[in-house]
């Protein structure tokens, strides 16, 4: 894992070699361990190396082939290095060392621009051909990896982190994006919160020819085509093929030339990812982290797995001082606003982690693969009252309001609230509204900037995600395709890579969920039953206790905080001075969003904690 920088005429950008070489210290937090710069006529490639495999100096970046015409610099895991080396020595290809990185030039030379559809892994890079003068950028199938890009002209720039650009080109807000940050949460690809930026797409492939400034995008990779193609597969069929492709990209995941754990959270997915490693490292290394609050602890689930499985387990103590540290610096640790509450634990576990191993596994990816969250059932919920008109749902709302305010996890109160919100809704308006930090009723009076108070992109995306198709699968794809690289594999990057940690994800493996989505959905969820072959696959490996406990979040008491230790930061970054400074907001109405919320006549931590993010990265950054 590590930074990646680079740029194809760069006077373009204002930046000489110099200040390229500082531009890549910025981001050397994601490779302490070596800095590696390659110039050649007009173009710039830069890396901060994280050491995983051939620690040597064989391993360097950047790395070029041996007729040294295709220079690459690489960011992730290329876990069929083997294969792919095995296969093009047999053509006659030479290497010097083991690193995975060293394939990728020579697989590129050899089979061209198609190349990258045979990496497994999780990856961002770019590789510069000198002899056609044309550079690729590509990323891996579920963006577990990330990659920013502007086009200038005829220059184009690249990085792993907008704070590599931070103080060197100027950077300005692009307010499209910024309205779907305010609902999501957070900004999906193509789009960046920064004007003329652009992220690329999970599973996409950028070519940029220097000679004609063109330049062309193509995914190369998609679920599409996959959906129920093994209808005929029997019940128990799939939990064998399920076992089978799951403990392959568990061990896949588990070669590494420096210390490895795994996260250890007590849920189903993480559990059955550390029961598979611990196969082949007995007493391996887990990690978790221990809440006061009993909402949000699941420390007597992750101490049972840990002793079921013999692991090595350490775990984190939770506390408001530690959430007030990273959110009083959180504009500094971020490349957009990204307002999922959950970064602050992750960050906390993954430098926890980083203290004994350099690589952890992780549980990410199930939950969207076996239809885990609890909005699939709300959904269902929803479709059997659909029919009631607008008034009855209108009445149900009020009635929801009135009940008493909790800030526990995923309350009652909570729940209802965002239930009757999404109802008489289209169905993907409906699921961004369940998940929306600023929701529908409070954009209004929120925003004094009108492209904020209506943003477009639920609308379209009721047109782009499988128009026509099941309700099930609709959801599952916007899940699949916006939340889980934007949102959750975005924040394990964030989280781990501020700390020098490698975070792999075994459920994101390509074939195993190629093989999980051909599945019927009823092995996946039911209305009694989520997750269904999975749990019927970790039975084998774990108690009964962990595999049929419900869901929990990974979270902090953040409702609670916020009318405690973290109160004075929320209130000096929400002063009313400083939002009528930046223009986008009524301040009379967010003091009233605070006063509610710390006099607890209102759960107001979503809107607050959004309104706080975003206002601590445009001090960062703006």
């Not at 996260?263 to 611990?278: E, K, T, Y």
Request: glycine share 8%.
């Amino acid at each position: 894992m590590c930074g990646i920088l680079g740029m194809v005429e760069p006077s373009a950008f204002g930046v000489d070699a110099g200040t390229f070489t500082t531009m890549l210290d910025a981001i050397a937090h994601r490779g302490p361990d070596q800095s590696g710069v390659w110039e050649d006529e007009g173009v710039l490639l830069g890396h901060r190396r994280l050491s995983i495999i051939d620690l040597s100096e064989n391993g360097r970046q950047p790395m070029h082939d041996a007729t040294r015409r295709a220079v690459v610099v690489f960011n992730g895991e290329i876990y069929n290095h083997r294969v792919l080396r095995a296969e093009l020595t047999a053509r006659g290809y030479s290497f010097i060392g083991h690193s995975d990185t060293e394939v990728i030039p020579a697989a590129y030379l050899e089979w061209g621009d198609d190349f990258v559809e045979r990496l497994s892994g999780m990856f961002a890079f770019a590789l510069w051909d000198r002899t056609r003068r044309r550079l690729i950028l590509a990323r891996d199938r579920f963006g577990e990896k990330p990659l920013y890009w502007r086009r200038e002209g005829g220059a184009l720039a690249f990085t792993s982190e907008m704070k590599a650009m931070r103080g060197a080109v100027p950077l300005s807000e692009d307010v499209g994006a910024l309205s779907t940050y305010f609902v999501l949460g957070y900004i999906p690809a193509p789009q960046c919160a920064f004007a003329g930026w652009s992220k690329l797409c999970p599973g996409e492939m950028l070519v940029f020819d220097a000679a004609t400034r063109r330049v062309e995008r193509r995914r190369y990779w998609s679920l599409d085509g996959a959906a129920g193609s093994l209808n005929g597969v029997t019940y128990a069929q799939a939990v064998d093929g399920v076992d089978r492709a799951l403990t392959r990209a568990v061990a896949d995941r588990l070669e590494a030339d420096v210390p490895l754990g795994v996260f250890l959270s007590g849920g189903i997915d993480s559990s059955l990812v550390a029961a598979l490693a611990a196969r082949e490292h007995p007493r391996i290394r887990t990690f978790s982290v221990v809440h006061d609050d009993p909402s949000f602890d699941e420390s007597r689930y992750s101490r049972m797995a840990a002793e079921h499985l013999g692991t090595e387990h350490t775990y984190l103590p939770m506390q408001e001082g530690h959430a007030r540290a990273v959110a009083g610096d959180i504009g500094a640790l971020l490349d957009e606003p990204f307002a999922d509450m959950s970064l602050v634990p992750t960050y906390l576990l993954s430098r926890l982690t980083r203290e004994h191993v350099t690589v952890a596994l992780g549980g990410d990816g199930a939950d969207e693969l076996f239809y885990g969250y609890p909005t699939h059932l709300a959904h269902a919920l929803a479709g059997t009252v659909g029919w009631l008109p607008r008034m009855v749902f209108s009445g149900v709302r009020r009635g929801v309001d009135l009940l008493p305010t909790s800030y526990k996890d995923f309350s009652l109160d909570f729940r209802l609230r965002r239930f009757t919100a999404g109802l008489g809704l289209p169905v993907l308006e409906r699921h961004f509204e369940w998940q929306a930090h600023v929701m529908a009723r409070e954009r209004e009076g929120l925003f004094a900037d009108g492209a904020l108070a209506a943003p477009r992109f639920p609308r379209e995306a009721e047109a782009e995600f499988l128009p026509g198709a099941p309700t099930s699968r609709r959801v599952e794809r916007a899940d699949l395709e916006w939340y889980l690289p934007g949102d959750i594999m975005h924040k394990v990057d964030l989280a781990s890579m501020a700390n020098a940690l490698e975070v792999r994800a075994p459920y994101l493996d390509h074939d195993f969920a190629r093989y999980v989505h051909a599945l019927p959905v009823r092995y996946k969820w039911g209305w009694r039953r989520t997750k269904s072959v999975l749990r019927t696959v970790a039975e084998r490996y774990l108690p009964r206790e962990i595999v049929h406990r419900s869901k929990q979040g990974f979270g902090f008491p953040l409702g609670r905080w916020l009318r405690r230790e973290l109160a004075g930061i929320m209130r000096e970054a929400l002063a009313e001075s400083e939002l009528a400074a930046c223009g986008h907001f009524a301040p009379g109405y967010v003091t009233r969003r605070i006063e509610e919320h710390v006099d607890g006549r209102r759960d107001n931590r979503k809107l607050l904690w959004a309104m706080l993010v975003y206002m601590q990265w445009r001090r960062a950054y703006l």
